[in-house]
Every structure is written in C-alpha cells, then in structure tokens.
C-alpha cells in the first residue's frame, strides 16, 4: 500500500498516536510521543481521551499536538459498578442483557468519534501507532482511517482486550469470543506489531499469526535516583496529605502532630539543619504500590499482609495491647533501637475500586502500619518512587503475557520490588536479584519482616536488592531501547517494505 511513498523516516514527516484512554494515565505512548518526536523527527498528532495531565516534556514539545476527544457518557460501563450504582433496581437477569448492550452502544459512539478525529480533525499522517487494548472499536476505526488516507498502521500490543472483558463477562461469553474476533481479524491486517514481552510475541506468532517486535518497556530519563535535596522538597509538599489527612488517626498522624506548628524544614522522613539535609534515623520505612485499582490487581493482598506484619512485629516487639500512642512513644523516646519500623504505605493511582478498597483500609486495626492513597503529577512521581524504600507490585494480567510497567519506572529508580509471581514476571523481576516474588498475602508478610529487619541501617537483604536493581537496570533506558526496536520498524513500515 505505501510502495510508492517517498517519505523517509528522519524527514519531517507525521505520526499519529491513537489511545482510546486517558492520555496522561498512558505513560508507553507517552515515551513513543516523544521518540517520534525528538529520535524519528516527526511532527506528531495524539489523539485520545483528556483527564490527567501528561508529562510536561510532552507539553512542552512544539513538534507534539494534542487532539482531544469529548469523553462518551458510556466511559464508565466497562466497570459493571457502574452499573448497580446508576440503575441498583434492575433484576441480576435483566443486567446481564443489558450490560453488552450498552458496551454496544458505548463501542459505536466510540468509533465515529475516533473515526471522526482520524479522518478529518488531524492532518494526514504517514503511520497511525495505536495502543492495543481497547481493541474494539479503536483497531477497526483506525484501519479504515489508514486506508482512506493511505496511511500505515501498526499496533503497539500492551494486552489482549479480550481477556481483559473476559474479567467482566467471563471467558466463555459469546461477546467475549465476537471480541476475541475482532481484535485478531484487524490485528492481523496492521503493517506492523509491537508488544511487550517475548511470551506475548511467541503467542502472537502461533496462534494470531502476526509477527510482532518486543519493545521491552523501559523508564525514561526522568525516573532516576532521588537526590536528599530533592526527597526534602517533595516530603515538604507532601507533609499534609502524608501527616495530617483528614479524619485519620494512625502511626504516622499520631506521630508527627508536634510537626504541625514547626518549622517545615523538618519532615516525616528529613530533616534539614542549617544547610545540611539528612533523613531521620527513626523514620517509618516508605512503600509505594501504584495500582489502576482493576480486577487484575487483587489489593487485598497487600492489605492482609500489612495486619500480618503489624501482628507478627507486636508478637516480637512485646507489644500486644499497646495503643498507637504507646508504641510511637517507645520507638521514638526509648532511646533503643527498634528491630522492626513502622510502614508508611502510599498508593498513587485511580481506578473503579478505589473507595472499596480505602473503606477496608480505614477498619483495619494497626500499630505500625499506615496508609495513604493519592493522585500525583507526572513530575513528583518519579520523585516518590526515588524516595522510597520498596515498592510493590500486585499485577496479574488478564493474559498472562503483559508486564507491570510500573516496575519498570520503580527500577528506573533504584527501587527494588516485590511483586506477585505469574507466568512471564520473571522476564522483569529476577528474584532475590533486583526483587522477590510471592503467590499469597503470607508470603509477603514474610518478605516485609526479612526486607525490614534492622532497618534503616541494618537491613542487608534490602540493600542487596537495591544494589541488584542498579546492576540490572543502570543501562537501559527507554530511549535506547526504542532506538534499537521500534524507530526500525517504523521506518520500514512508514517506507512501505513492510
């Protein structure tokens, strides 16, 4: 179809990059904004839904234009909360039929939208890059749109959108199966594939028939280590969400109420002296998850583990039946070292369960563990993740073949993680390398108590995994890795040899 072009990649040509999403909560097609732009040379179009906001390089990038699209009322009906919540009257019977009826009509208002956007608000391109998933209606609109404007099209597969309705309506359902259809009917007529890991490329050969490139996900350069200097000013603008939020009592609140009325040079984790900024020896160990809150990330885990940890130490410690109050007070007016911290968790991300899962959160009876959920900007949350001590991971995929890029950003870091075990993690996390793994809520308690023993200066394993993540991870990044894999690819395909 594009033998006869004469436009090569290096020139100033154009791309167009499809997301049927939030742009700012889609950081892979952020990063590939940005190689077409500054690697590639091409002026580029992003057309997706609005929301959050995406990274300021992407902003502030003259050759990137946004084109937003006007969210459908339907954007909420792939959640079928969303459906009790608007119509809580309806039989069970009657919301079987009438949930795909509605994915029906949302995936249509979909379509001509996108299809609009395609074909007639944006100049034409030489290559649309779509994310996969959603499949339905993006891969068919943005087929039809290539052919009408004699553009190429390849898919960027981040999972399989079939699998991902299958949490909904279950594998068997015969709109599942229509799904499944589509997404390998219009999958298979793209001029080219990216996916994320080599299970999904060999799945992608054998029983799709397409031939895909792995891009590894990879962080770009703004995920790196967190300098003292830097850690001090975020912990300054994060001092009231992470010490006072409202209506919470817990280790951390109760702690830090004389910080209230001080000078805000001291913080939960710094302090700064004259010109000199340290972090505080009995600060509570900081553990970051960031979670979509979707059915493929069971979050209560996470929560299990914290009460197993908080009773376990109690046990150790000698604490069983001390108040909050008594066990601060100990940790921070004994004058002896404790075995065991307090945990700070914070968990940054929005998604559907959400408010179920902080309303678990807020009847959880802890000592030493404590809480926070919240939105960050693009820019602080490479910051957090650099000033943290561990991150976790709760990912399961829908398929099996995907990977968690928020561990990607947290090795970007220097953090090492820990992370749930499924069938291609290991592609990422190398256990007992650059992080561990676990299967239970148990395990994980496990790991805490091993990782925090001693800390902040005596926990050996803890600083081997973090040393590890360093080895690991300290030459790849986003930039050489799309250098490597993609511009290639896309300049065959955009050159018409594909």
Aim: glycine fraction near 6%; hydrophobic fraction near 40%.
């Amino acid at each position: 179809m594009l033998g006869g072009k004469e436009e090569k990649l290096g020139q100033k040509g154009r791309a167009a990059v499809v997301v049927l999403g939030d742009f700012g909560r889609s950081p892979r097609m952020q990063y590939h904004a940005l190689s077409l732009a500054r690697q590639a040379s091409l002026e580029v179009d992003i057309v997706a839904y609005g929301g959050s906001t995406p990274h300021s390089a992407i902003l502030e990038n003259p050759s990137i234009h946004i084109h937003t699209m006007v969210l459908s009322v339907f954007r909420s009906c792939d959640d079928k909360e969303f459906l009790h919540k608007q119509w809580p009257a309806i039989p069970r019977i009657v919301s079987k039929i009438f949930y795909p009826l509605v994915l029906l009509f949302k995936a249509l208002f979909q379509f001509f939208t996108l299809f609009w956007f395609l074909c007639v608000k944006i100049p034409s391109p030489d290559v649309f890059i779509v994310q996969n998933p959603p499949s339905v209606p993006t891969l068919v609109a943005v087929k039809w749109a290539s052919w009408l404007r004699n553009s190429a099209f390849i898919v960027d597969w981040h999972n399989f959108g079939y699998t991902l309705l299958g949490l909904s309506l279950g594998r068997s359902s015969r709109y599942v199966a229509l799904y499944h259809w589509f997404e390998k009917y219009y999958g298979k007529a793209a001029n080219g594939s990216l996916c994320v890991t080599r299970a999904m490329q060999h799945e992608l050969a054998q029983n799709w028939g397409i031939k895909a490139t792995v891009l590894y996900d990879q962080p770009p350069e703004f995920f790196r280590l967190t300098s003292i200097e830097e850690k001090h000013k975020l912990f300054c603008r994060l001092h009231k969400d992470l010490c006072h939020p409202p209506g919470v009592h817990d280790c951390v609140s109760a702690g830090t109420m004389e910080l209230w009325n001080q000078d805000i040079d001291e913080t939960l984790f710094t302090a700064k002296v004259d010109a000199n900024i340290f972090l505080k020896p009995n600060r509570p160990a900081l553990i970051v998850s960031s979670t979509s809150w979707t059915p493929d990330e069971d979050f209560s885990l996470l929560l299990e583990a914290a009460v197993m940890y908080d009773r376990r130490v109690a046990a150790i410690l000698n604490e069983d039946g001390l108040t909050k109050e008594e066990v601060l007070w100990k940790e921070t007016n004994s004058g002896k070292e404790i075995l065991y911290p307090r945990l700070l968790f914070i968990i940054t991300g929005k998604g559907p369960n959400k408010e179920r899962y902080e309303e678990k959160i807020k009847r959880l009876k802890l000592n030493r563990v404590a809480f926070r959920t919240m939105w960050l900007s693009a820019e602080d949350y490479p910051l957090l993740l650099g000033s943290a001590d561990l991150g976790i991971c709760l990912h399961t995929s829908s398929s099996g073949l995907d990977l968690p890029m928020k561990v990607v950003d947290m090795f970007g870091c220097g953090l090492p993680v820990c992370a749930v075990s499924y069938s291609c993690i290991e592609e990422l996390v190398k256990a007992e390398k650059n992080g561990l793994l676990f299967s239970s809520s148990s395990e994980l308690a496990n790991e805490l108590l091993m990782l925090f023993k001693g800390f902040p200066d005596n926990c050996d394993v803890l600083k081997s995994l973090r040393n590890g993540v360093m080895e690991v991870g300290s030459s790849a990044r986003w930039d050489t890795e799309w250098e490597r894999h993609a511009k290639p690819l896309i300049s065959k395909v955009i050159s018409g040899e594909l």
